[in-house]
């Protein structure tokens, strides 16, 4: 039973900074493609950032570039969403994702979406003030 559980979420001012956390079990994880996504409120669930089942391949949405870092942990199966420089527009509820690596690129959601993400954590808030 695939299982992923986010944590990390907190509230921050504006500059702050935050590490979301994804703690996966039940499959294979270094088979997988794994990815963040966030959801503001009234606004449709976006893709943020994702990292290929080796880790050697990371995209990122454009607002985040130079801001947020995705990275994994394979001893521990854990993967990371390091964010820096906070702004009131991060403001959402932070979901990981996961998907097996098969051959689509990890990178196709920033075409593709959130389609092709076959297990998803509970999600976990982060709020950013001004």
């Known amino acids: 039973q695939v299982q992923l559980v986010e944590s990390g979420g907190g509230s921050v001012q504006a500059g702050g900074a935050l590490r979301l956390s994804c703690a996966a079990s039940?499959?294979?994880?270094?088979?997988?493609?794994m990815g963040w996504f966030r959801q503001a409120p009234g606004k449709e669930r976006e893709g943020v950032a994702a990292i290929s089942s080796g880790g050697g391949s990371t995209s990122y949405a454009d607002p985040v570039k130079g801001r947020f870092t995705i990275s994994r942990d394979y001893a521990k199966n854990i993967m990371y969403l390091q964010m820096n420089s906070l702004k009131p527009e991060d403001t959402a509820m932070y979901y990981c994702a996961a998907r097996p690596q098969n051959n689509l690129s990890c990178s196709a959601w920033r075409s593709r979406g959130e389609k092709d993400f076959r297990y998803w954590g509970q999600g976990t808030q982060v709020t950013v003030s001004s």
């Open positions: 039940g499959y294979t994880y270094s088979s997988y493609c």
